[in-house]
């Protein structure tokens, strides 16, 4: 149980478009969701949480124009980076939890989305 | 500012030996660790978990210990195998900025040599 899928597995697109990646909940309700940044070699880096139904919630140093969050049912959360550059070729990654308010402790990982932008 | 730190980049282990991976903390307020391990090009899995109330929690191969007082915690595995070869990643749970979050280490490389 506790499946979460992303889709797509990579995506390769120019300068200055825009890419959608999808996270689902294959197998249970998550009332919140996570998105997640990594750099070759490095951390995790939180970007946003979102719950369903509201806005997300972005951290520090994390536009929340360029990386727009989408969580419209409880099974599905989308990131859409707009007007994409090459520095925001990265490895995104999304959480989900089934319990509001205790998101941090069981976090269920998608499988990540390789993105390049040329 | 580094909250979470995993110092070791990497470690080799022999099969069938003990691998031994450390994390350290700063923030107090952090009250639930989790050890994930993450495969390139796939999302973390999680491992083991425990709360900031107890010292020590075992689930078969894994151990994972908590000094509070030191804000240290450590991963046990023994023995080790070589499919645990892979990167693992310490996490810490604590409310930050009015939300509960995790916050990751930079993740340590295992390998296991047969």
């Known amino acids: 149980g506790a499946v979460v899928s992303q889709h797509p597995s990579w995506v390769i697109c120019k300068s200055g478009t825009s890419v959608k990646i999808e996270c689902r909940s294959l197998d249970f309700q998550a009332t919140t969701m996570f998105w997640y940044r990594q750099f070759p070699k490095q951390s995790l880096m939180l970007m946003a949480t979102?719950?369903?139904?509201?806005?997300?919630?972005?951290e520090q140093g994390v536009e929340k124009d360029k990386f727009l969050i989408n969580h419209a049912s409880l099974t599905l959360s989308t990131l859409t980076v707009t007007s994409a550059h090459p520095e925001d070729s990265s490895f995104y990654i999304c959480?989900?939890?089934?319990?509001?308010?205790?998101?941090?402790?069981?976090?269920?990982f998608g499988p990540g989305t390789r993105l390049t932008v040329t | 500012d580094q909250q979470v730190k995993q110092n070791s980049p990497s470690l080799s282990v022999q099969e069938g030996r003990i691998s031994i991976l450390n994390c350290d903390y700063t923030?107090?307020?952090?009250?639930?660790f989790l050890w994930y391990k993450k495969y390139p090009a796939e999302g973390p899995t999680f491992l083991i978990s425990i709360s900031s109330i107890k010292d020590k929690n075992e689930d078969g191969r894994f151990t994972v210990f908590l000094n509070k007082s030191a804000k240290h915690l450590s991963l046990h595995i023994v023995p080790s195998q070589p499919g645990d070869s892979a990167v693992y990643f310490c996490a810490a749970s604590g409310r930050i900025q009015g939300a509960q979050k995790l916050v990751f280490g930079q993740g340590t490389r295992l390998t296991i040599n047969p």
């Open positions: 979102s719950n369903e139904g509201s806005k997300a919630t972005y």
């Open positions: 959480s989900a939890t089934i319990l509001p308010g205790q998101g941090a402790y069981e976090q269920y």
């Open positions: 923030n107090s307020m952090f009250d639930y």
